[in-house]
Nanobody
C-alpha cells in the first residue's frame, strides 16, 4: 500500500511558475513509476507527465512539453512537477499517481493522491 500526498498548488499569474510535490509513504517508492494527471472543471482527468522507477525516462503530454519537468528523489520518496510558463488552460486539480508502468490512462495506475488545486490567472 502506498499513500500519496500532494502539495505546492496555488494561485499564480500567467507566465509564472509553481512546483508541485508528491510525498509517498512506505519503503517501496522506488518500485513504482510515478505520474501526474490533472482534471479541469467539466473535463476528464488527463495525463500530464510520468517518470520511470529509476528516473531515467520521462514522458509528457504535448501541451506541457518544454514547460513542465517531472523528476523524483527516491531517497526522499518524493516526485516533483516543475511547472513554468503557466497558462490559464493549465488550471486544474493536479493528482499524483503511482503504478507499475507509465500509462496514459488513469485507470492503469494503482494509487492516487487527493489532488492539489492549481489556478492560473490570465
Amino acid at each position: 500500500q502506498v499513500q500519496l500526498v500532494e502539495s505546492g498548488g496555488g494561485l499564480v499569474q500567467a507566465g509564472g511558475s509553481l512546483r508541485l510535490s508528491c510525498a509517498a509513504s512506505g519503503r517501496t517508492f522506488s518500485s513504482y513509476a510515478m505520474g501526474w494527471f490533472r482534471q479541469a472543471p467539466g473535463k476528464d482527468r488527463e495525463f500530464v507527465a510520468a517518470i520511470t522507477k529509476s528516473g531515467g525516462n520521462t514522458d509528457y503530454t504535448g501541451s506541457v512539453k518544454g514547460r513542465f519537468t517531472i523528476y523524483r528523489d527516491n531517497a526522499k520518496n518524493t516526485v516533483y512537477l516543475q511547472m513554468n510558463s503557466l497558462k490559464a488552460e493549465d488550471t486544474a486539480v493536479y493528482y499524483c499517481a503511482a503504478g507499475n508502468f507509465i500509462r496514459y490512462t488513469d485507470y492503469s495506475w494503482n494509487y492516487w493522491g487527493q489532488g492539489t488545486q492549481v489556478t492560473v490567472s490570465s
